[in-house]
C-alpha cells in the first residue's frame, strides 16, 4: 500500500473529455512528464490507486487530456473527477539530473542549523518572482521563508526534513 508520507500532490482530474474514457488533467507540476514512470497516482475513496497511461495529450502548460488503461468510457471515467493526483516522492528524488520542482517539499519538516524545528512547509506561493514556502510552526503560526537553495544547508529526502540558514530576523515577519 502506497502510503501518503511517499506522495505529493501534481494536480487533479477536472472533468471527462469526450466518450472513450479520457480526462482532462489539471497539473501544478509537471513532475510526471520529467521523469520515467508509466502510471499516475490518483486518490480515490481515500485510497492511492497507480492507473496506468496509456496515452497523453497537453493542451496547454497546466492541462492534459490522459486516457488511462481499463478506463474505457464516460462512466467510468466518471469516478475520476474531481481526486488528487499524486506522484512518488521517490521517483522524483531519483532523478538527479532534474531540478526538483517546489511543489515536492510540501510536507518536509524545517529545522535550523542548531536543530531547532520551525515547521512544515504546507504550501508553496509562486506567484512572484521571489517563491516562498509557506511554513506553519509547531505553535500554529504561519510564516513565509524564501524558497531559494542558497539557505537550503542540507536535505534528507527519506526523512523529509530540511536543514535551513535563513536570514536573521526572518521569524519576527
Do not use: C
Request: proline share 3%.
Amino acid at each position: 500500500m502506497i502510503s501518503e508520507d511517499s506522495v505529493y500532490k501534481i494536480g487533479y482530474i477536472s472533468k471527462t473529455h469526450g466518450l472513450k474514457g479520457e480526462v482532462n488533467f489539471h497539473f501544478t507540476d509537471d513532475i510526471f512528464d520529467t521523469t520515467e514512470s508509466p502510471y499516475l497516482l490518483i486518490r480515490v475513496d481515500g485510497i492511492i490507486v497507480p492507473f496506468f497511461i496509456e496515452s497523453i495529450r497537453f493542451r496547454s502548460d497546466t492541462t492534459a487530456i490522459v486516457k488511462f488503461e481499463q478506463i474505457d468510457s464516460s462512466e467510468q471515467a466518471q469516478m475520476l473527477l474531481g481526486n488528487d493526483v499524486l506522484f512518488e516522492r521517490s521517483k522524483a528524488s531519483a532523478n538527479e539530473s532534474e531540478e526538483l520542482t517546489l511543489q515536492y517539499f510540501i510536507g518536509f519538516s524545517v529545522v535550523d542549523e542548531e536543530g531547532e524545528t520551525k515547521g512544515v512547509i504546507t504550501d508553496v506561493d509562486d506567484q512572484t518572482e521571489n517563491w516562498l514556502f509557506q511554513l506553519e510552526a509547531p505553535d500554529g503560526t504561519v510564516h513565509y521563508i524564501p524558497a531559494h537553495e542558497e539557505f537550503i544547508v542540507s536535505m534528507d529526502h527519506d526523512e523529509k526534513r530540511m536543514v535551513m540558514n535563513l536570514p536573521e530576523g526572518i521569524w519576527e515577519l
